[in-house]
């Protein structure tokens, strides 16, 4: 299959770091430039855009009228709800980020969630989360596809992203409407460290021999057994590491709440 013509993207910023298009751009296959002006259209970006203020919201306006139903509406981040979601204003007309994800996801081809924050709420809605904040689906009660992961890595929102473009459907989903391809197995199932938990060889201490030779770090926290990601198959920025890699446990930054249900996320 090819891709036959650029499809829009409307990529919208709500409560959130960036830190998921900053993993976006990190893409290595393909790369961003050959992904933005060959694959698809990235129509609107807030953070990569060059112009600003009164010219992008017209921008806007005008793209989701020309490309009804066309496009794709990638949301990073979470949505404020509490008090009529005044807590996130975006944009220079004083709208609501509530009121933007709704006026923009209602006229979308497939809406997409990228990062934790968008699909679960994120650090936003850890407790006690004091705006109310929430992912895109619990916000708005709309069909989604959630790409969490904090950031997640490009290889799972740029596959996510192409799966839709080529076959021009979404992929198989979990129950918490991930893609299985990339959130169907736990990091504990591939981790390069799971002979070392098999043979019962663990870090006891930050710095130990253990973790000089690379043993497994559930002693010390590691959340792999819980959590369905697929890092210890696709490193990170273009292929050079992962937290476990890099010699700390994962911290499950790709499930719902995990900074409330996951915490400490070091042991001892
Ligand atoms: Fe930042 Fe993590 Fe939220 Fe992405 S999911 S915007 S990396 S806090
Ligand atoms: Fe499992 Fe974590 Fe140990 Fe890897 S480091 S084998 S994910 S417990
Ligand atoms: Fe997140 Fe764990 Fe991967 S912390 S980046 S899911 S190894």
Not at 178 to 196: F, K, M, Q, T, V
Not at 200 to 212: I, L, M, S, Y
């Amino acid at each position: 299959a090819a891709i036959k013509e650029r499809t829009p993207i409307i990529w919208l910023h709500m409560a959130e770091c960036t830190g998921c298009s900053e993993s976006f751009l990190r893409t290595r296959e393909p790369d961003i430039a050959t992904l933005i002006f060959e694959q698809v259209s990235l129509t609107y970006h807030d953070t990569l855009m060059m112009a600003s203020g009164e010219r992008v919201e017209k921008h806007l306006d005008e793209a989701i009228q020309r490309y009804k139903g066309k496009y794709i509406c990638i949301i990073e981040g979470a949505i404020p709800t509490k008090d009529g979601g005044i807590y996130l204003r975006v944009g220079s007309k004083g709208e609501t980020g509530l009121e933007r994800a709704k006026r923009v996801t209602k006229d979308a081809k497939v809406n997409l969630a990228f990062g934790t924050c968008a699909a679960f709420g994120g650090v936003q809605a850890a407790h006690p989360n004091p705006t109310g904040a929430k992912g895109v689906h619990d916000a708005l009660g709309i069909e989604i596809v959630n790409v969490p992961g904090c950031p997640p890595n490009s290889v799972n929102m740029v596959g996510t992203l192409l799966h839709i473009l080529l076959f021009d459907k979404i992929p198989p989903l979990d129950l918490l409407y991930r893609p299985l391809w990339a959130y169907g197995s736990r990091i504990h199932d591939y981790c390069e460290r799971r002979a070392h938990f098999d043979a019962g060889e663990f870090v006891e201490e930050w710095g130990d021999e253990g973790a000089k030779k690379g043993w497994c770090l559930y002693k010390m926290g590691c959340k792999g057994p819980l959590t369905y990601n697929n890092c210890s198959r696709y490193r990170f920025n273009q292929g050079t590491n992962w937290p476990i890699g890099a010699g700390h446990g994962c911290i499950g930054c790709s499930e719902p709440n995990f900074w409330d249900t996951m915490a400490p996320f070091e042991e001892p």
